[in-house]
């Protein structure tokens, strides 16, 4: 048998204290309610979205964090994200070759469904 003293160290005790602490950050970190990540998120109230779809030129890379939005066009366009919950998603103004970050999915995997022309409100 070992003695007590070695089992629980300080220097372990301190060690394993620690690791649980970051694991529990952790998973409290990606773990929280959509409602509450997600909090802030709606589009602008004087925003308009069309069900038109964006020009082919137009293109959306999306992962867990972020949606990188691509304007390869020619023109500005103004677009924005449709997600699989209908989490709301600000209109964005794309010069030619500009480049918009929106949300991600997320740990809840709220997809990027498509992108949607609209109308910026008014500053």
């Known amino acids: 048998m070992f003695p007590a003293s070695r089992l629980a160290s300080p220097h372990r005790l301190r060690a394993v204290l620690g690791l649980s602490a970051v694991v529990l950050g952790l998973l409290g970190a990606t773990g929280a309610p959509a409602a509450a990540r997600d909090a802030g998120r709606d589009t602008p109230a004087d925003d308009v979205v069309h069900a038109t779809t964006v020009p082919d030129c ?27 919950d209908g989490q709301g998603a600000p209109c964005r103004t794309l010069l030619p070759q500009a480049i918009a970050t929106f949300s991600g999915y997320g740990p809840q995997l709220n997809y990027v469904t498509g992108l949607s022309t609209c109308t910026p409100a008014s500053v």
Not at 59 to 83: A, I, K, L, P
């Open 58 to 84: 137009v293109h959306y890379y999306s992962d867990w964090r972020y949606t990188t939005v691509v304007n390869d066009c020619d023109t500005t366009v103004d677009v924005t994200v449709e997600y699989t």
